[in-house]
């Protein structure tokens, strides 16, 4: 089995349908409703949930869908890695080439003060092949637990949901940037897990949806402290004799109506 980077390449060939979803899995995992890519010695195998693996060559292409192929493919980009989990962060490149979209993902940075280098030259982190795209064109960093988005004084800008990016911002769960003819939405289901449907004060810590969404060191979520409701003070003495008081006026009020009627 390779110990070479490896990235997941997919394709489409012409009239396609919507795009499978496709993810690189450790050998003997599966997830329903995605096609399964797995190393093995031989090369790589595809697979969808509960079905026969059909093999592969590192490089050779596999139908993956109708207009749609998949391929698993050695890289010297130091950002792209095989060990991409869905629950870490992702970057998903989908680049136009050739009237084809080509689609990878690399994990996204998460340590504190990590970064990757997106651009035309060599040395960058990834590498895209686009006269639109300067040598250093984009630069992914963390800052204080979250990934910033900053760009290179590129000749030809960066956009952040159709917007130019003018200054380092941050990026939050399905955010896209583009930078001449490749997009990169940012994936990062930690934001997701991490924010709470709706406010329930009242709830407790056990039954609230944070309770069990534990990001790893490096991307944390700094929220404010939930108000805690302090209980009422109890009545004075004064309040319960007023309400004696207030209780034997009706009862005898009562016992007057009830001895007028008895005299009619």
């Not at 997941?8 to 995605?34: D, F, H, N, W």
Request: proline share 9%.
């Amino acid at each position: 089995m390779t110990q070479r980077p490896i990235r997941l390449e997919l394709e489409s060939t012409g009239q396609a349908g919507p795009a499978p979803a496709v993810a690189l899995l450790p050998p003997g995992e599966s997830r329903e409703g995605v096609l399964a890519a797995t190393l093995d010695r031989e090369g790589w195998s595809l697979a969808e949930h509960g079905q026969e693996a059909r093999q592969a060559a590192l490089g050779e292409w596999l139908d993956a869908a109708p207009g749609w192929r998949v391929r698993v493919v050695e890289c010297d980009a130091p950002g792209v890695s095989a060990s991409v989990s869905w629950t870490s962060p992702e970057l998903e490149f989908a680049v136009q080439a050739s009237g084809k979209e080509h689609i990878f993902v690399c994990p996204a940075p998460v340590e504190e003060g990590a970064e990757l280098i997106v651009g035309r030259g060599e040395e960058c982190g990834v590498c895209l092949e686009d006269g639109h795209v300067s040598r250093r064109h984009l630069r992914l960093f963390v800052r204080k637990g979250r990934l910033l988005a900053e760009d290179l004084r590129s000749k030809w800008g960066t956009t952040l949901n159709g917007r130019a990016l003018a200054a380092p911002s941050e990026l939050a769960h399905s955010d896209r940037l583009v930078l001449g003819t490749t997009t990169i939405r940012y994936i990062c289901y930690w934001d997701v897990l991490t924010r709470p449907t709706r406010p329930a004060p009242e709830a407790r810590a056990s039954d609230s949806p944070t309770a069990t969404a534990i990001a790893p060191p490096g991307m944390t979520h700094n929220r404010p402290p939930r108000p805690v409701l302090e209980p009422p003070p109890p009545p004075s003495a004064l309040e319960q004799n007023a309400k004696l008081i207030a209780l034997g006026i009706f009862a005898l009020c009562c016992l007057l109506l009830i001895v007028m009627l008895m005299r009619v």
